[in-house]
């Protein structure tokens, strides 16, 4: 049963060696980040989603990266020999568990009793919803971390240029999240999604499968939005659900 579930987003300049002398223009993001991922710990299970070009979860082994965007980052410092290398999404989504957990004195074991778990970029709403119900049913009380950005094309020096399309579809997506609307984020088109360069839709339509999109009804998460931002015409959201009477 899911009992938590924060959202963020996973641009490679969250991590601050990656931003430079920009870094702290996301000072503010990754301090929602951080109170966004706090309370996912100490569940019966924790599972990070995030957007990938295939369906697929990811083994005890698995390692984050950040050497293809140039860094020389990897969590564990030494990745086993033969294990794989997670996806963009999911590599942030343990950097922001390592930040975690060193900000507890808990130390870097951000991989003990964390599962990854990619959705491809373009799953079907259909599918999403499946693979979300299956992740909420696989434990007692299940947290997931959900890695997603939103449109690329909020202004004309965004990655997609400017479409008008964007911001309305932004302020759906955060007004879904604050309401903790599963069914909402469910309806989601996936031909507008990818129009306005949502990179973050099926990894949310997961979430909305494992919040019993399929179920509605009001009251069952109650939902805040910590960030609603677009620096860079990119929209970042972070935001947190947690069932009612949850004592998380």
Known sequence: MLVTAAVCPHPPILVPAMAGEAAPELDALRAACDDAVRPL??????????????????????????????LAWTS?????????????SLSL??????????????????????RYQAVAFDASPAECLALGRDLAESSGRVALLVMGDGSACRSEKAPGYLDERAGPYD??????????????????????????????????QVLAGAGGADVGGPG?????????????????????????????
């Open 171 to 204: 302020e759906g997506v955060a007004r879904a999240f604050g309401d903790a609307d599963a069914a909402a984020l469910a309806a989601l088109d996936p031909g507008l999604s990818r129009e306005v360069q949502a990179a973050g839709r099926a990894a949310w």
């Open 76 to 88: 564990p410092d030494d990745p086993k020999d033969g294990a794989e290398a997670l996806p963009l």
């Open 41 to 70: 710990l100490g569940e019966d299970a924790l599972i990070v989603v995030g957007g990938a070009p295939e369906t697929r979860s990811y083994g005890p082994d698995a390692y984050a990266t950040l050497q293809p965007y140039g």
């Open 93 to 114: 989504g343990r950097w922001l568990l390592d930040r975690q957990n060193a900000g507890t004195g808990a130390g870097t074991g951000a991989g003990v009793g964390v």
């Open 220 to 248: 069952r998460f109650t939902g805040r939005v910590l960030a609603d931002e677009a620096p860079y015409g990119v929209g970042y959201f972070v935001a947190g659900w947690s069932r009612a009477g949850h004592d998380g």
